[in-house]
């Protein structure tokens, strides 16, 4: 069973970090995108970043540039978002997913996803 589990979020004040954990289980990820997206209470979900598992693009979302970064850890088949510079307009759910296609940004692309993760950024 393909499993992801997010991990690392809570609550931080505003200019604080935190850094999200996606562990991925019951099968290879080498040819899929990893994505995080996240969803505010009242709002869609929506794109934050993204990483090619065989290779090193990253992509980000023009909220995020700068301050959140995506990285992978091939060996423990996990993915991270490094955020840094955490405002009030961050707090959401954050939610990791996996994607064969190469639409890195559409979240109907993605089929598997994690639980979420909450995180919550105090002003």
């Known amino acids: 069973q393909v499993q992801l589990v997010e991990s690392g979020g809570g609550l931080v004040q505003a200019g604080g970090s935190l850094r999200l954990s996606c562990a991925g289980s019951?099968?290879?990820?080498?040819?899929?995108?990893m994505g995080w997206f996240r969803q505010a209470p009242g709002k869609e979900r929506e794109f934050v970043a993204a990483i090619r598992w065989s290779g090193d693009s990253t992509y980000y979302a023009d909220s995020v540039k700068g301050r959140f970064t995506m990285s992978k850890d091939n060996a423990k088949n996990t993915v991270h978002l490094q955020m840094n510079s955490l405002k009030p307009e961050d707090t959401a759910v954050y939610y990791c997913?996996?994607?064969?296609?190469?639409?890195?940004?559409?979240?109907?692309?993605?089929?598997?996803w994690g639980q979420g993760t909450q995180v919550t950024v105090s002003s």
């Open positions: 019951g099968r290879s990820f080498i040819s899929y995108i």
């Open positions: 997913g996996s994607t064969r296609g190469a639409r890195w940004w559409r979240i109907d692309d993605y089929n598997v």
